[in-house]
């Protein structure tokens, strides 16, 4: 059974800083893109940042030059550096995988269980 396990998530000044982890625990066999999503209340969830197995990167337009997605594929995580933070940005942030567990299946989607990420004005 794989797991998205996120870390980093909390409380900060707007201007500041956090580093959101995903781990992913389990056996998987090969993950392809992996991605942050966030939900901020009585909204819907939007993708922030996404990166693909290869490394290329794609933002969505509010965090382009304030947020980094990279990720260890040794490690299988995943890595959101996120600064210059806004009140805006506050939401619960999501790690999500399209990966395949084994090399008969079809891949899937994973998801994390959400860390709540709260940015003070």
């Known amino acids: 059974q794989v797991q998205l396990v996120e870390s980093g998530g909390g409380l900060v000044q707007a201007g500041g800083s956090l580093r959101l982890s995903c781990a992913a625990s389990?056996?998987?066999?090969?993950?392809?893109?992996m991605s942050w999503h966030r939900q901020a209340p009585g909204k819907q969830r939007e993708q922030v940042a996404l990166?693909?197995?290869?490394?290329?990167?794609n933002y969505e337009d509010s965090v382009k030059g304030r947020f980094t997605i990279s990720r260890d594929n040794a490690k299988n995580t995943l890595y959101l550096q996120m600064s210059s933070l806004k009140p805006e940005d506050t939401a619960v942030y999501y790690c999500?995988?399209?990966?395949?567990?084994?090399?008969?299946?079809?891949?899937?989607?994973?998801w994390g269980q959400g860390t709540q990420v709260t940015v003070s004005s």
């Open positions: 990166i693909t197995s290869g490394g290329s990167t």
């Open positions: 389990g056996s998987i066999f090969n993950i392809n893109h």
């Open positions: 999500y995988a399209w990966g395949t567990p084994t090399p008969a299946s079809p891949p899937r989607d994973y």
